[in-house]
């Protein structure tokens, strides 16, 4: 089984915001989901049970611009590079206190 602190070490490694949701809800004993959605859905439960910063709408911005590049159905959302990378840099931190801060399920 796939533990909170292996995923924060891979969040941390590419500052990736999916896996810091994961790394969080596995922590909290939540059910992670492989869907987009679910994960900005998770990432709101977070942000409402456990304090951690708001990223659900970068997340599904995010997923608008993956999609968009991808796919070219949708038109991209108004993203700034800095912007974005400074929020998951800040969750990532905020996931790694909440997990080595031991303060579980």
């Not at 490694?13 to 896996?19: E, I, K």
């Not at 949701?21 to 679910?38: D, I, N, P, Y």
């Not at 456990?50 to 970068?58: E, S």
């Not at 991209?76 to 080595?100: F, N, S």
């Amino acid at each position: 089984m796939v533990e909170a602190t292996d995923k924060l070490k891979l969040a941390r490694r590419h500052l990736d915001r999916v896996l810091a949701v994961e790394a969080a809800a596995l922590f909290k004993g939540m059910e992670t989901s492989r869907k987009h959605w679910e994960k900005a859905d998770l990432a709101r439960a977070l942000n409402a049970g456990h304090g951690l910063p708001d990223i659900w709408q970068l997340l599904r911005d995010l997923n608008e611009a993956r999609k968009s590049a991808a796919y070219g159905d949708c038109p991209a959302p108004d993203l700034d590079a800095e912007d974005a990378a400074l929020r998951i840099e800040q969750y990532v931190e905020a996931v790694a206190k909440l997990v080595e801060g031991g303060t579980q399920k």
